[in-house]
């Protein structure tokens, strides 16, 4: 069923109208349970102080071609919407972002008017609790531009009828060479809220995040993917990327990151605190 | 540097005060200008010889308003009297005589020069005790004036006479505003070398010279004035003060040359420096000098050592390489001091060195003379400088105001001018001698 | 094109510097600007160019104030050069003097110019601090507002955290790492023990030390603000006292961290500059020639991906100009290699020893070879003199000129490596 929407829906308001079924708590779905649904968009623009300012907080040159996580960002708010349906059966507030995989098919330009569609197509059991994977495809016409899936986990909730699997076992981090560091402020999820407008209080501030149960703000998984694919993504050609979050990068905080090329061009990429040996987030880009 | 007092002196309050309380009253002295004329007056000659003749003649020729036994109604900007032919004591009355009212007339900062020949021990005892009583004559009277006007007195050694270059530029030089502080002294021409400069305002023209000591105080100062007259000038001192001497160098577009004149290879260093960038070495005025007081009871080797040093086995160390090296025409003027001659309190060790530049110079002046140079030196009375701003404020106060004729102390210039002078062509016939700047200073005497 | 023959030489007549003074502490409250202008201006008094026009004078520096964008012209019109000499601004990080001398030797080669006067200048004690970006945004919205509405608005977007100054780092900005974490990886990846940097150290200080001695230095420096020596230099400095010092860069290295700051150079301020000619402006001026400025060749390596160590740069550079004068590594009389840190010179021995680098990095058949360590760094260098980082480049040219000049024959090597994975590389003839 594909839903069209007029205009594209406003996080906040998303996040407003989860927060009341926040507090639901939710121990089992059935795999099921999910909605068949994909919701539509047409008239996306990336506006042009938008793309700047994402530009300057990634640390990357002001050019006029969109970054991939910045495209994700504009599909996101679709995302959201058919996350925060009703009868979408996982608690918005609390899902935890695992891993994307994209592919950024050519590059986009700024002024080029985008259309969406989002769905979510699967739930699956996970050691901790069950996932819900996001469709999320932009197009400019008709033509296919920006393709991605994102896994989200939301803890503790069992997958009817199907067997936890285990946890794999972690080995210890052997750190890499750290090629950069990263030194997050405590502004850092509120900035990158202020470019994107996603305004997950688990983002903000200390306050918000220990509302939702955290000790201390955390980084946007999008932002850490941002930062990453401004130093390794190629311009001027179509790439896939993808990226899996381990632990989340408290603020502020410090990042140890290693960048290093494979054959075919591929460039691994990786961050982790160097204190406590924990790795953050891995990834990779490679050319289409 | 500054002279406050001076400066409160001569203003319309503190004049008044200065006379109530019945201190010193000194007056700004006339120096050097280019431009201004030689004396600010009529010069009055006074004596009956040839010489006497000659000389008004010269002072005509220089442009000179000149008078004869009488000022008459005329300003005088300056008495010269001719003594070179007096015989015996008597003959010295009529020229003091007739100086006498003459003196009245005389300008703030007008001069008296006598023009003598020296007394010797070959001569006849009353032509000795006449020649010699000039002296007492001129440095007595040099006592008496007042205004900023001075007496200092030229003697020509027997066969010497107007046409040596250097009886024209000492009486010159003597006229005009560059002998300010010069007081009381007498200056010796012994031969009849040197040449007179083409332009009176730019007489070391061409000249090459270096100045040891140049970054500050008198260094400074003589390096400017060697520049004023025409010389390309190489500024040295040591490496610590290279700040200072670029400033100098480049405010007089010469070389800045870093370099510890203590240095085994200073002398080389030096002409190597002169002849490679300029082409030549003309001049050296050995100004480089420290002071390192302490009464000899408390005396340490390295304040004796390190004084003798630089202020003298340095000078006798690079002669020794300018004098190897054969440098023709070569003229140097070393820094003596007062404190050579009359000793200070506190100073044995500055003393001992000056001294022994005064015995330097004299003794080193025939080979430099030889090859066709001089060498002379400069000893300075009380100096406003950085350097004499460390001696205690009642001895500074007291060798500044109370004891020299010209109740101040000099300026690093007064000195540079007597440096600049004996530096010059005009001072060829000039050798081996000492000239006080001092303002009549009763140090030394 | 290769085989024309360069139609004239470039020599380097003479250099002056200021002393070199840590950071925050003798030359607080001087500018770039004063700073370059006392450098020119003892050059000149040196050499009496007082009045004189020049064919150029090339400077700049690392971390500059806005207000110097005209930064090399302004300090011309402060010295007693003839204000119609021409001058321009370089950048190239702690290759900036180099590359300014190079510039000019190659105009002058070229016949372009007859003389001209390269070096550059750094101070970290009158770095600019800036607005932070928030702050910047507000107020260049405002100088834009047209409105009352817009100049609210502009106002208003203004946040109290916007109105903390930011300094300059001198972290890369595409790394993160301050370069002493940079050569910690190089250092660690190179295998350089502690006790080899420790001695590199050592032997700087003690060359540095023994060259003033001799009075090396009396004709190369002219005293500012009452320093006439290079105030990181520590005479009696030894192995056993650098060996006492922790680790600064690397920590996460554990026991392995051997990067001290002992080992590598402070920050400083300090200026230099070196007059280069053709030989007929030396002629014409009875000017001294010390050397000639035979070539010179820039580098750079990816770092930010990892591939090589930031300041490896001239690592690649030298046997590109070695090639293209048709020389070994082992012709020279003089090595002079920028100490940034004791790590980055050995390092760069190392690179040129290791048969795999040479031939896989570098695309030699044979190693360059290793070089007589006698031979380095023979009158000190960056980590006892200390490095203000515009300004080395002028002092090791100078310097380098001066010994080559007294030895009388040979040539010297110089190789500056520079922040964002660059380089430059030279060779100096004795004259």
Known sequence: MRETLSAKPRLGALYASAAPRALRRVREVSPDRLPRREAFVEGVRCR???????????????????????????????????????????????????????????????????????????????????????????????EPVWEGLSLYLAKGVRLAGIEVPPAPRREPLVPPATTARWRLDASTGRRFAAVLGDYNPIHLSALSAKALGLKAPIAHGMYLAGRALAQCAPHGRGYAWEIEFATPVFLPGTVEVNRSSGPGGVVRFSGWNQRSLKPHFAGAVSRL | MADQYLNFATSGFGKTLTKQLGLPAPVTLRRYREGAALVPGAILVVGTSALAAEVGELLLAWGQEVRTHDAGNATLGAIVAVLDEVRAPGDLSAPALTMAPALRKLAPGGRVVTISRPASDDDAPALAAARQGVTGLLRSLAHELRGGATGNGIELADGIGLDAPSAQGAL????????????????????????????????????????????????????????????????VDVPAAGDALAKVANEVGGTALQLDVTARDAGTKIIEHATGRHGALDIVIHNAGITRDKLLVNMDAAKWDSVMAVNLESQLRMNEAFLAAGLPGLRLVSLASTSGIAGNRGQTNYGASKAGVIGMVGASARAFGALGGGINAVAPGFIETEMTAKIPFGTRAAGRLILPSLQQGGLPLDVAEAISFLASDAAGGINGRTLRVCGQSLIGA | MASSPSPRRAVIIGGNRLPFARANGAYVGASNQDMLTAALDGLVARFGLQGERLGAVAAGAVLKHSRDFNLSRESVLGTALDPSTPAYDVQMACATGLEAIGSLADKIKLGQIE?????????????????????????????????????????????????????????????????????????????????????????????????????????????????????????????????????????????????????????????????????????????????????????????????????????????????????????????????????TVLSTLKAWEDPEFCSERLGLDAPLGSIDRSKLNVAGSSLAAGHPFAATGGRIVATLAKLLHEKGSGRGLISVCAAGGQGVVAILEAR
Do not use: C
Not at chain 3, 311 to 325: I, S
């Open chain 1, 48 to 142: 042009p102080e938008q793309l700047v300012a994402y530009q300057r907080l990634m640390g990357d040159t002001v050019r006029d071609e969109l970054p991939s996580v910045l495209m994700h960002g504009l599909g996101f708010p679709l995302a959201l919407w058919l996350l925060s349906r009703p009868d979408f059966p996982l608690p918005l507030l609390g899902l935890v972002h695992l891993r994307n995989e994209v592919r950024h098919l050519r590059p986009v330009r700024p002024d080029e008017v985008l259309s969406v569609s989002a769905s979510a197509e699967e739930l699956r059991a996970h050691h901790a609790g069950t996932t819900v994977t996001v469709r999320t495809r932009l197009f400019v016409g008709e």
């Open chain 3, 115 to 343: 003389s001209g006067i390269g070096g550059g200048v750094d101070t970290i004690s009158d770095a600019p601090i800036a607005l932070s970006d928030g702050a910047r945004a507000g107020m260049l919205a405002l100088g834009r507002a047209r409105s009352l509405k817009d100049r609210m608005a502009a106002v208003a977007s203004l946040r109290p955290r916007d109105l903390a100054p930011s300094a300059p780092g001198t972290n890369e900005p595409r790394t993160g790492l301050s370069m002493g974490e940079h050569q910690a990886l190089t250092t660690q990846r190179w295998g350089i023990t502690r006790e080899a940097q420790d001695e590199l150290a050592a032997a700087s200080h003690r060359n540095l030390a023994a060259a003033y001695d001799r009075g090396f230095f009396d004709d190369l420096l002219t005293p500012y603000r009452g320093l006439s020596k290079d105030n990181n230099l520590r005479a009696d400095s030894t192995v056993d006292k650098l060996a006492k010092l922790k680790p600064a860069f690397g920590k996460h290295l554990g026991d392995e961290a051997s990067m001290t700051a002992g080992n590598s150079t402070p920050l400083t301020d300090g200026a230099s500059a070196v007059l280069l000619g053709s030989e007929a402006f030396a002629a014409e001026h009875s000017l001294p020639v010390l050397a000639d400025f035979v070539d010179y060749e820039l580098g750079a390596v990816d770092f930010v991906s990892g591939e090589e160590g930031l300041l490896m740069a001239p690592a690649y550079a030298v046997p590109r100009l070695l090639a293209r004068n048709g020389l070994s590594l082992q012709d020279f009389d003089f090595y002079e290699i920028h100490e940034a840190f004791a790590g």
């Open chain 2, 172 to 235: 010159r030089f003597l006229l005009s505003g560059r002998s300010a502080y010069v007081d009381g002294q007498f200056i010796r021409v012994d031969g009849a070398g040197g040449a007179l400069p083409a332009d009176a305002d730019r007489p070391l023209a061409g000249k090459v010279a270096v100045v040891t000591g140049a970054a500050r105080g008198i260094g400074a100062a003589i390096t400017r004035v060697l520049h004023r007259d025409g010389a390309t000038v190489v500024a």
